[in-house]
Nanobody
Framework: VQLQASGGGLVQAGGSLRLSCAAS????????MTWFRQAPGKEREFVAG????????YYADSVKGRFTISRDNAKNTMNLQMNSLKPEDTAVYYC??????????????????WGQGTLVTVSS
């Protein structure tokens, strides 16, 4: 499956952005889908994950209550609604997918498929 992330940009603290991940090559209904992010000089970290059917979601503590992950298997897309953005949310955001993992897996090395990343910059 090929993944294409989009929707990043520059936003002021307190603002909102909506990231999208479009999949092609395979239908994503059989894949756990996840967002990771990587800030300059830091390791890639888990942001949010969603189960194959979209029923179960997981969030990093740092974004819980501010970010919402969703998916539309019919449209082969996944989204991340980001509200109340903070400067520490500045990072390149990546979507990832895997056919065999459980949704609660947060280790990036476990995921087989990655999008190219989209930059989110939050100014103070």
């Amino acid at each position: 499956v090929q993944l294409q992330a989009s929707g990043g940009g520059l936003v002021q603290a307190g603002g909102s952005l909506r990231l999208s991940c479009a999949a092609s090559g395979r239908t994503i209904g059989n894949y756990v889908m996840t967002w990771f992010r990587q800030a300059p000089g830091k390791e890639r970290e888990f942001v949010a994950g969603i189960s194959r059917g979209g029923v179960t979601t997981y969030y990093a503590d740092s974004v819980k209550g501010r970010f919402t992950i969703s998916r539309d298997n019919a449209k082969n897309t996944m989204n991340l609604q980001m509200n109340s953005l903070k400067p520490e949310d500045t990072a390149v955001y990546y979507c990832a997918a895997d056919r065999t993992l459980r949704v609660e897996v947060r280790e990036p090395n476990e995921y087989d498929y990655w999008g190219q990343g989209t930059l989110v910059t939050v100014s103070s």
